[in-house]
């Protein structure tokens, strides 16, 4: 087992979650905001909810496959498609929780979350310690 790696993995997917997280969080708010004082349309705040939740999305594997080349650790397709699909289903899944004011995704889905990504961390190559850079 390579405990280095899942430790590695799982301070990554936490400090990838807390980011993407935090862009929900400001982003839902900011489109709530825009609903409010805009025009009076049932379309209003749409396209802020939509770039937040893109965003979201898309910053997820590139933090989990940045943070663990960081860390240098290698092989990490799995923790990036793995990690951004599931967390598109999470936030998907708790988009209501996510999307009120003062609103947070539960501790549970976290947990999940932070669980998940870090089995699939520890999913990426062994590393002997005898490769040579060049």
């Given at each position: 087992m390579r405990y280095t790696r899942l430790a590695k993995g799982a301070v990554t997917v936490?400090?990838?979650t807390a980011v993407c997280h935090a862009i929900l969080t400001a982003g839902y708010a900011w489109a709530?905001?825009?609903?409010a004082t805009g025009e009076a349309t049932i379309f209003a705040g749409v396209f802020e909810w939509t770039v937040t939740t893109s965003a979201?999305?898309?910053l997820m594997p590139l933090l989990l496959?940045?943070?663990m080349r960081v860390m240098r650790e290698a092989g990490n397709t799995a923790?990036?498609?793995g990690g951004g699909l599931i967390w598109?289903?999470?936030c998907l899944s708790f988009v209501d929780e996510i999307d009120r004011p003062g609103g947070h995704m539960p501790v549970s889905g976290l947990v999940a979350f932070l669980l998940a990504g870090t089995a699939l961390a520890g999913r990426?190559?062994?590393r002997t310690g005898t490769e040579h850079p060049g």
């Open positions: 936490a400090a990838a709530r905001d825009k609903a979201s999305w898309a496959g940045a943070g923790l990036m498609v598109a289903v999470l990426g190559p062994a």
